[in-house]
């Protein structure tokens, strides 16, 4: 057929490419993650990750402020918890006072309409570093399950919209809608984290909230007897629709561009919206190389945000969400 078909002919200007641009980032995609410190005042810089803070409670209320402004309208909160308040089996979780439960009702406070997302696992409150509870050398599956209901009944008591388990236990998402049902939290919804890897970009991450797994003897070093296998594909489709069957409204996978396949495919197969959540590694790269001049910042941002989007995802959980929003002005 050439010449008579050049696919150049749309690409010849910016007016045609955006014209037929089949995919556009708004600020209505992200959700912001957010770190939670107590104390007052404080605003520290996360070594790993260049330009975001652990905010104190005054300053959460300020942040969410900004970001509504901004047309940031989601949060998903995560807290720093001291060392002498965490233990094997995450009491500090249930805290009607613990950071988080603050942290939720400092968000519905400065900015009502705000939708709040909370982080559901044991991770930050484990003397361990593990997201559920530990003996023997393993990480108990239904007893940390309990564990996990009660804590999300915690937060959609101090406002949460939205809890979102982390943790990868089998059969937490029905644990936890019935935990919901049974104390009257019928409109909380949950955000699976469904296809989540043991993955080697979370470590900002843990260096932000200080939980990673503990060198301990008879401590597993890893995550890998609950997190997924980087390897494996039809395991991820599987524990995400074991998850909207257990009553997950949102479904997400986890990291993003190392699995965008996953998101295509999970995408494909699903009637729930999907979310992918860009993690601390992935920005931390993107910060480092752009540090060193070897990539240009704002261009490899917008670029990852939207494979992230073309990939599939309804919805990015991404630290760069500030960054993206104000670069589109
Ligand atoms: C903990 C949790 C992790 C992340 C979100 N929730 C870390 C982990 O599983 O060790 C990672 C997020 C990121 O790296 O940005 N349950």
Not at 118 to 124: E, G, H, K, S
């Amino acid at each position: 057929m050439y010449p008579l078909i050049r696919p150049r002919r749309l690409r010849s200007n910016e007016a045609i490419r955006s014209l037929v641009r089949e995919t556009i980032i708004t600020p209505s995609d992200f959700l912001v993650p957010l770190f939670v410190v107590e104390g007052q005042g404080i605003k520290e810089e996360i070594p790993s990750m260049p330009n975001y803070y652990r905010l104190s409670l005054d300053n959460l209320a300020k942040e969410v402020k900004e970001l509504w402004r901004m047309g940031l309208c989601s949060v998903l909160l995560f807290v720093k918890v001291p060392d002498n308040l965490k233990d094997n089996i995450g009491s500090e979780a249930l805290n009607e006072n613990g950071l988080m439960q603050l942290a939720i009702k400092t968000v519905k406070n400065a900015c009502p309409d705000m939708l709040v997302m909370t982080d559901v696992a044991l991770d930050p409150y484990s003397s361990y570093g593990h997201d559920g509870i530990v003996a023997d050398g393993q990480i108990l599956n239904d007893e940390s399950v309990e564990v996990l209901a009660e804590m999300s009944v915690s937060h959609a008591k101090a406002g949460a919209d939205f809890v979102a388990p982390s943790d990868m236990m089998d059969g937490r998402i029905l644990s936890i809608r019935e935990a919901l049902e049974d104390e009257g939290y019928t409109n909380t919804g949950i955000m699976a984290y469904s296809a989540k890897y043991a993955s080697a970009f979370y470590g900002p991450f843990r260096d932000a909230l200080d939980s990673a797994p503990v060198d301990i003897k008879n401590v597993p070093k890893d995550k890998k007897t609950y997190q997924m296998d980087s390897a494996n594909r039809s395991e991820a489709i599987k524990e995400t629709l074991m998850d909207i069957e257990e009553g997950a409204d949102i479904v997400m996978v986890k990291p993003g561009l190392c699995y965008l396949d996953i998101v295509r495919e999970i995408k494909n197969e699903v009637d729930v919206p999907v979310a992918v959540y860009q993690v601390s590694g992935e920005y931390a790269m993107v910060k480092a190389a752009a540090e060193k001049g070897w990539l240009d910042h704002d261009a490899v941002m917008m670029e990852q945000l939207l494979a992230i989007k073309r990939a599939g995802a309804n919805i990015i959980a991404s630290y760069f969400a500030k960054d993206a929003v104000k670069l589109m002005g």
